[in-house]
C-alpha cells in the first residue's frame, strides 16, 4: 500500500492518548497509523514535534454583519487563513439571517462569502433573528443539508423572545440540532448603559459595568430551564461568569443536554484592559465583557473539570478605525462602539502556552478542548477532530518549544489585543485533507480551497436530559401536547 504522504517520527496526541507513531495519508485521509510508514510520495520529518488533530474554531464571525451593521473586517480568505496560521484546520463561522431574510437566501449569501475563498473545511452556524412561522417551517430544511447547529441572541437588537426561543428550541431539538445562546438579560443591560451614559460615564471602561456578571447568570439560569421545557439540547456560547459556568456544571451534573465553552479573552484579559487613554479601551469591548483576575481563575477551573468543553476565540473583527470600532464616529460612548475583539489565530498558541507548558491542563485535554471537542458537540466526529483510520487528514504539527511575542497577525486587523504576550508553543504545519494549508510561516493552499462540512444531528448520548414532570403523562393528565 502506498501513501501520498507520511508524517514521521512525531509524538502523536489524541484527545485521550499520546503516543510515537508514523501517519500515512493517502486521498486525504488517514490509511495508516503505525510504527513506521515508509512507503510515502512525499514525507514531513516530525522529528521533535507535536502531531494532533487539526483546530476546530467553532466560534468565530467571518464576512459577517454586526447587529449593528457592521461588516467584520475579516473575510473568509483572510479569516481563514489567519486560522490555519493558528494551527486550526476547519472552522465554523456564523451565517446570520437579517430581518425578512428567509434561510435559502441566508445560506446562499454565505456561500457567496464563502466558496470561492476559504482555505479551510468550514461549516455555518446559522443565526436566527427573525423566527417567524415561514422560517421556522424552513429550518429543517437547513438541517438536512447539514447544518445543524442555530445560534439566537437573548440581548442585541437581535434578540429573540422567550416564546421565540422555546420555538426554535423545540423545532431544533425534534430535529437533532443545537441551539446556541448569547445569555445575557437585556433588559438589565439596557438599564445599567442607560444609567452610565446619563450620569456622564461614557468611556470604554465604562462597557464593563454596564454589563454586569448578573446579567449573564439570570440569562444563563433563564436558557437551560427553557431549553429543559423544551426538552432540547442547549450550547452557551461565550461564557464569562463564575456563576454562568457553576450552573452549566450543574445542569450537567443531573443529566442536562446542556454544554459551553469559554475563550481566550474571559482567561487572559481583564476589564483593567479596558482602561486605556483616550478612546484605547475600545479594542476591548466585546460583549460578555472582560471580568477579573478572580474570575479568570474560576474559568480555568471549569475547563480543567470539563464543565466548560470548548474554548472558542469568538473572533469577531472590527478594526480600530471607522470601518470598525469608530463606525458610528469618534466622538461616541462605549454605547456606539462595535463590539468584538479578534483572536482566531492566538487562541490555541494561548491555550497551549498557558495551559500544556504551564501544566493547568494536559496535552489531551489541550487536543480535546481545541479540536475533538468541537467535533463530537457539532457533529464531525469522526471525520474530523480526530487522528483515525478512515479521519480526513486535518492535522496540526506543532513545534512545543518555541517561544514567541504575539504580535501582528494574518488577518485583516490593524491590532492584536494579545500583542505583547510571551508564548511558548507554535504550529507550524497545518493540513486540510492531507494537502498542506501552512507550512513553516509560508502560506501553501490557495483561496477556495476549502470546502463545506455536511454535519450530523447532535449525539446526546450520555446527556440523559432533565425530565420537566408537567410534560410526564403520568403528571398532566395525558394532556395532548403538539
Ligand atoms: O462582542 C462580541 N462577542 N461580538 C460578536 C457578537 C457576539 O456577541 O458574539
Ligand atoms: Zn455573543
Ligand atoms: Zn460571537
Redesign the pocket.
Known sequence: MSHNLAIRGGLLATATETFRADIGIRDGRIVTIAEAVTDAEDVIDATDRIVMPGGIEAHCHIAQESGMGVMTSDDYQSGSISAAFGGNSCFVPFAAQKTGQSLAETMQTYDGRAVPKSVLDWSYHLILTDPTPDVLAELPEVFAKGVTSFKV?MTYATRVSDAQFLDILSVAGRHGALTMV?AENHDMLDWMARRMVEGGNVAPRYHAPSRPGLAEEEAINRAISLARLAQAPLFI??VSTQVGAELVANARAKGGQVWAETCPQYLFLTREDLDKPDMEGAKFIC??PLRDTSTQAALWQHVQAGSLSLVSS?HAPYRYDETGKFNAGHDISFRQIANGMPGIEMRLPLLFSEGVTKGRISLNQFVALSSTNAAQIYGMLPRKGSLSIGADADIAIWDPNETWFADEMHDAMDYNPFAGIKVTGRPVTVLGRGRRIVDKGELIAEPGSGQFVKRAPVDSTGHPGQPVPELDPTQNFGAILP
Open positions: 441572541f448569547h456560547v461565550h460583549s460578555p469568538d
